[in-house]
């Protein structure tokens, strides 16, 4: 029996998020520059894409670019940017073939012009498509999107559309980059790391958290089916007990 059918369907993440770490790593164990290992996750980032998609997953989270990232050396700065723009003018035909709507979270006015540009016209190609929703964290980091949901909060509150007491979470989801979307309900991060790193702190207060030894460029499909197979064992309680859960609700 191969992996993928022993996923149950009908008990899959609505929403996958997912760190792509280990390029850099991964280039250097080959006498590689780190940049090769960028290059070589853009196939990695297609066969989760494909595989997501495939098996009915709704939302897919890709980290790309953190903010922290803008301090690497410029060199591989521009060359992400680069990777970025040619990766997403050579994939608008194969996400609309996939009904693959894009989108992206994040500080982008921070990112190159061109890259702007070809982002824009990707989310306004793709923007009816609704077998899957990818969605690109770039220029992201999740204490600056709390910082600017706060900023706007307290703005409507001057403004006397919302009162103190009605600041809830409902509220604070609507002020947030991810507005959209449902919260993940797994997040996956690769190369062996076990961090959250500034990533969707509040998105994944929930999340079932899966580390896998893998480094990003070597990730296919079947390293997805494993996390998604482990995710399925898991018990979620949401802060409940087992028995409760057997409870009819
Ligand atoms: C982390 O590895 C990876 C990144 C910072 C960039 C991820 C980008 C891609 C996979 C390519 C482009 C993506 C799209 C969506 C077009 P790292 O450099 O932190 O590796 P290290 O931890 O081994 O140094």
Do not use: C
Not at 97 to 102: C, E, T
């Amino acid at each position: 029996m191969e992996l993928k059918d022993k996923i149950d369907l009908k008990n899959l993440p609505k929403h996958v998020a997912i760190i792509m770490d280990g390029n850099g790593r991964w280039a250097k164990q080959q006498g590689k520059a780190r940049v090769f290992g960028h290059k070589n996750g853009v196939q990695s980032v297609r066969e989760v894409t494909e595989a997501g998609a495939e098996l009915g997953i709704q939302y897919m989270t890709l980290y790309a670019f953190s903010t922290e990232n803008w301090n690497r050396p410029r060199f591989e700065v521009n060359a992400l940017m680069t990777l970025l723009v040619t990766t997403i003018r050579k994939e608008i035909a194969t996400l609309n073939k996939n009904n693959i709507r894009l989108r992206t979270i994040g500080n982008t006015q921070m990112l190159p012009k061109a890259a702007q540009r070809e982002l824009e016209e990707a989310i306004e190609s793709t923007k009816d498509n609704n077998r899957m929703t990818l969605i690109l964290a770039l220029s992201y980091s999740s204490k600056s999107e709390i910082i600017a949901a706060v900023q706007s909060i307290a703005k409507q509150h001057k403004a006397g559309h919302l009162p103190i007491e009605n600041i809830d979470e409902s509220s604070i989801s609507k002020a947030l980059y991810t507005k959209d979307f449902p919260d993940p309900e797994l997040m996956i991060r690769t190369s062996g790391e076990s961090r959250i790193s500034n990533f969707l702190l509040w998105q994944l207060a929930y999340a079932e958290l899966y580390f896998s030894p893998v480094f990003w460029p070597d990730f296919r499909k079947n390293h997805f089916y494993e996390a998604l197979l482990n995710f399925q064992l898991r018990e979620r309680r949401f802060g409940r007990t087992s028995e409760q859960l057997d409870e009819p609700s």
